[in-house]
């Protein structure tokens, strides 16, 4: 590797804020903070999502249903065809 061309990679705490859970991983983004986690200083960045907090990753995104469209259609405007069928 050349020298002085490359980023500094070292490990890096993310906290995600939302879900108040902690990361270490390695990563070369730049950040001015630090904490102090298990004894050792690590750089420090903040998160608003991860995959501790995303619905996605928890598992409480909603979940659709697999009628298809046509059922979804029909649950919606259904009642418009029933009024006027019944005239």
Do not use: C, W
């Amino acid at each position: 590797m050349k020298d002085g061309i490359h980023p500094h990679y070292r490990t890096v705490v993310f906290h995600d804020t939302s879900a108040n859970e902690y990361f270490k991983v390695g990563s070369t983004i730049s950040t001015d903070r630090e904490i102090t986690l298990e004894g050792e200083t690590y750089p420090y960045v903040t998160l608003d999502v991860s995959s501790a907090s995303h619905p996605f990753y928890t598992g409480s995104q909603k979940v659709r249903k697999n009628e298809g469209s046509s059922a979804r259609f029909m649950q919606r405007y259904g009642r418009f065809f029933e009024s006027k069928e019944s005239k």
